[in-house]
């Protein structure tokens, strides 16, 4: 069965009341990193209109069989590494990773990554569910996910792609099964659906493993003291994009939002501030939290508390 084969397969499994793919919104979301042993761990997706997700996904699988691969890998193809990308020619594997952050740019709505330390994410609440970064974070992205569809459409439906194989995949769809109600998510009352696929079953997974590794590479070479900024993830962050940082500080677990422009030392060193040990650095952010009003997660302590007591969440 061919990726277009496949993927009009999970949409005819979403749609049994015989509904049109061109009124659905589409999200599709990865990870980057492994939260278990990795100090920079990320969860990124997309969202986009179902028309232009028909549109770009041919786009997409044409690129893919122009330099001859069955599917993109972003690590592979910045490296040359892997059973598909080891024998590409650099200029092919430039050209590829260039052709799918054009097509990004001109499809999606929005791309939205979440960045955190698990070493220092917070949570202990006692449940499994909340206590799990990607669990959380999935929740959050999802959430902002519907606050856009919500913006933009009267009356929306929504299907959600995400990457499967995750260690802790089992929590997170506890997680959003127990915080996703459908009096909450969309007028309607419907739900959206939640399918976890592979990335070769829908080629639009790949589109957030693009921006999933790119997020990463660039908070680690941050971490690593770099202020330069790769020039694909420049172009990639031309068009609508949110990072969301996630750190626990002084007592509360906060979530920052901010955009990429241009190279920026002074906020590099805020980022380093949030991954590092060094007191000097501790200092640095505690006189940031001071200077301006850094926002707390929508899910405090204080709220997790409330949940737990009966006072269910809801986006």
Same mark, same amino acid.
Request: charged share 30%.
């Given at each position: 069965?061919?990726? #277009?084969?496949? &993927?009009? $397969?999970?949409?005819?499994?979403?749609?049994? #009341?015989?509904? +049109?793919?061109?009124?659905?919104?589409? %999200?599709?979301?990865?990870?980057?990193?492994?939260?278990?042993?990795?100090?920079?761990?990320?969860?990124?997706?997309?969202?986009?209109?179902?028309?232009?997700?028909?549109?770009?996904?041919?786009?997409? !699988? =044409?690129?893919? $069989? $122009?330099?001859?691969?069955?599917?993109?890998?972003?690590?592979?193809?910045?490296?040359? /590494?892997?059973?598909?990308?080891?024998?590409?020619?650099?200029?092919? =594997?430039?050209?590829? %990773?260039?052709?799918?952050?054009?097509?990004?740019?001109?499809?999606?709505?929005?791309?939205?990554?979440?960045?955190?330390?698990?070493?220092?994410?917070?949570?202990?609440?006692?449940?499994?569910? &909340?206590?799990? /970064? +990607?669990?959380?974070?999935? @929740?959050?992205?999802?959430?902002?996910?519907? @606050?856009?569809?919500?913006?933009?459409?009267?009356?929306?439906?929504?299907?959600?792609?995400?990457?499967?194989?995750?260690?802790?995949?089992?929590? !997170?769809?506890?997680?959003?099964?127990?915080?996703?109600?459908?009096?909450?998510?969309?007028?309607?009352? #419907?739900?959206?659906?939640?399918?976890?696929?592979?990335?070769?079953?829908?080629?639009?997974?790949? %589109?957030?493993?693009?921006?999933?590794?790119?997020? %990463?590479? +660039?908070?680690?070479?941050?971490?690593?003291?770099?202020? @330069?900024? #790769?020039?694909?993830?420049?172009?990639?962050?031309?068009?609508?994009?949110?990072?969301? *940082?996630? *750190?626990?500080?002084?007592?509360?677990?906060?979530?920052?939002?901010?955009?990429?422009?241009?190279?920026?030392?002074?906020?590099?060193?805020?980022? =380093?501030?949030?991954?590092?040990?060094?007191?000097?650095?501790?200092? &640095?952010?505690?006189?940031?939290?001071?200077?301006?009003?850094?926002?707390?997660?929508?899910?405090?302590?204080?709220?997790?508390?409330? &949940?737990?007591?009966?006072?269910?969440?809801?986006?």
């Amino acid at each position: 069965m061919s990726t #277009r084969d496949q &993927f009009s $397969r999970l949409i005819d499994v979403l749609l049994p #009341r015989g509904g +049109y793919v061109l009124a659905l919104w589409e %999200a599709y979301i990865d990870e980057s990193g492994d939260e278990g042993s990795d100090d920079v761990f990320v969860v990124s997706g997309y969202l986009f209109r179902s028309d232009k997700a028909v549109v770009m996904q041919e786009k997409w !699988a =044409r690129a893919l $069989r $122009r330099v001859g691969v069955p599917y993109f890998h972003m690590v592979d193809c910045a490296h040359g /590494s892997g059973k598909h990308y080891k024998d590409l020619k650099p200029e092919k =594997r430039d050209w590829l %990773a260039r052709r799918c952050i054009d097509l990004i740019k001109k499809n999606s709505e929005t791309g939205i990554s979440f960045v955190v330390n698990p070493p220092k994410w917070g949570f202990k609440s006692g449940r499994e569910d &909340f206590d799990n /970064s +990607y669990a959380y974070i999935m @929740t959050m992205l999802i959430g902002h996910f519907f @606050t856009h569809i919500n913006r933009n459409d009267a009356d929306p439906d929504a299907a959600i792609f995400i990457e499967q194989g995750h260690s802790t995949q089992s929590l !997170a769809r506890k997680h959003l099964d127990f915080a996703i109600l459908p009096d909450k998510v969309f007028p309607s009352g #419907r739900l959206p659906s939640f399918s976890f696929v592979a990335k070769e079953q829908a080629c639009l997974l790949q %589109a957030a493993d693009l921006l999933a590794w790119q997020t %990463a590479k +660039y908070v680690k070479d941050v971490v690593n003291g770099k202020d @330069t900024i #790769r020039k694909d993830f420049e172009a990639l962050n031309e068009v609508d994009h949110h990072t969301f *940082y996630l *750190y626990h500080h002084d007592g509360v677990n906060v979530v920052r939002d901010y955009r990429l422009i241009g190279n920026r030392p002074a906020f590099h060193k805020l980022i =380093r501030s949030i991954f590092s040990d060094d007191e000097a650095e501790k200092e &640095f952010l505690d006189k940031a939290h001071k200077m301006r009003h850094f926002g707390k997660a929508e899910w405090n302590e204080e709220n997790i508390k409330k &949940f737990l007591n009966g006072s269910r969440f809801a986006f």
